[in-house]
């Protein structure tokens, strides 16, 4: 197995108190520290996604996360609203 080194990355938030859904990126450079990043409170802001990097050796490996939850303002349809726990929210 290989040995990777320097891992680093970025959370991406989507501001949701601006009509253009602003992308706010904050740095993180452990697990820890990524953890903390991802879920403590934002007021106005909504996980879009995380970016993990590594270097092993001159090469960069990255692993990106995505999450349909930040749908950038696409609506919720009306027949799912009350359709039960967790639809709709």
Do not use: N, Q, W
Not at 11 to 30: L, M, N, Q
Not at 58 to 73: D, K, P, Q, T
Not at 77 to 84: F, L, N, Q, R, Y
């Amino acid at each position: 197995m290989s040995e990777f080194t320097e891992g680093v990355g970025h959370a991406v938030f989507v501001r949701t108190d601006v009509p253009g859904y602003e992308e706010v990126k904050v740095a993180f450079g452990s697990l820890e520290e990524m953890v903390s990043v991802c879920t403590s409170p934002k007021p106005a802001l909504m996980l879009e996604k995380v970016v993990v990097r590594a270097t092993e050796g001159e090469s960069v490996v990255s692993l990106m996360l995505g999450y349909i939850a930040s749908s950038r303002g696409r609506r919720v349809p009306v027949e799912t609203k009350d359709a039960g726990p967790g639809l709709g929210t």
